[in-house]
């Protein structure tokens, strides 16, 4: 009696989790196929903005994004969504996110330029040193991908001119040009390494508030030294708690919450 009692109890186990698992099944099916990849999320958020849903366009495009698909041209249709929905904040970050993965590109520049005319403030840039600002300029042209490949392009010069090198009578030149190249290519894997780490640690910042006072110590009673808005860059300085420490274009400094700007 007891095993007739026991194994009709493992019966009716075994049926709650035969029933359990079939169910588990159904939900993991239809969660899988309401999933949407990438591909196809962006392939919806494109149609959302051929027919003016900006809001919805908006909406699919960050979702690609939070599936981890980081691209130029995600980020720079994101911001002409926003740009189109008055969100001057949203879309000048994200045309600056699209113009440090693709600096070259004319159309991200072209647009970020236009969402900057809509800010408030007009700030003058503190003058930098002509080969500081060259420099700079040198090395934002490219993304880290664009110095990769030119890295990869002088490497295989490099061995091209070392096997002609072999053929030829000159050897000495050829053995300074394959030198070169090779030196070259070294100089933009050193390159590619460097705008890598610009690209994944950002010390750049938008203004999301409409308007903000920043204040002259990391305190809510501290002095307001004067009023920001929104879109404006921000370079990021120093944390305190919750307060961040911001350098502004014409080098003025103050200190605003963290939770009021995003990082490029």
């Not at 590109?105 to 060259?134: C, R, W, Y």
């Not at 090779?182 to 409409?210: C, G, H, P, R, V």
Request: contains cysteine.
């Amino acid at each position: 009696m007891r095993r007739e009692v026991q194994s009709s109890k493992i019966k009716v186990q075994s049926s709650k989790i035969a029933f359990a698992f079939f169910w588990s099944l159904i939900f993991g099916l239809c969660s899988s196929l309401s999933a949407q990849t990438p591909s196809q999320l962006y392939t919806s958020a494109n149609s959302f903005y051929k027919s003016n849903q900006f809001e919805q366009a908006a909406s699919a495009y960050e979702k690609v994004l939070m599936q981890g698909y980081r691209n130029p041209e995600v980020y720079y249709n994101l911001g002409n969504s926003y740009f189109k929905l008055h969100n001057i904040g949203k879309a000048i970050l994200n045309f600056e996110r699209a113009h440090k993965l693709s600096p070259e590109d004319e159309d991200i520049a072209h647009n970020l330029k236009l969402a900057q005319l809509k800010t408030f403030d007009n700030l003058t840039p503190v003058p930098q040193l002509g080969i500081i600002t060259s420099w700079n300029n040198f090395l934002s042209s490219q993304s880290s991908k664009g110095w990769g490949i030119f890295a990869l392009g002088f490497v295989w010069t490099a061995l091209i001119v070392f096997a002609v090198y072999l053929f030829v009578a000159r050897k000495g030149f050829v053995l300074f040009l394959g030198s070169l190249f090779l030196l070259l290519s070294i100089a933009s894997i050193a390159l590619a390494f460097k705008q890598s780490y610009a690209e994944e640690n950002s010390d750049t910042a938008i203004l999301m508030a409409e308007n903000v006072s920043l204040k002259s110590a990391p305190d809510a009673n501290g002095t307001d030294l004067f009023t920001i808005h929104e879109g404006l860059k921000l370079e990021l300085c120093d944390q305190v708690g919750n307060w961040t420490k911001i350098r502004l274009a014409d080098g003025k400094v103050g200190w605003i919450e963290k939770n009021l700007f995003e990082k490029i």
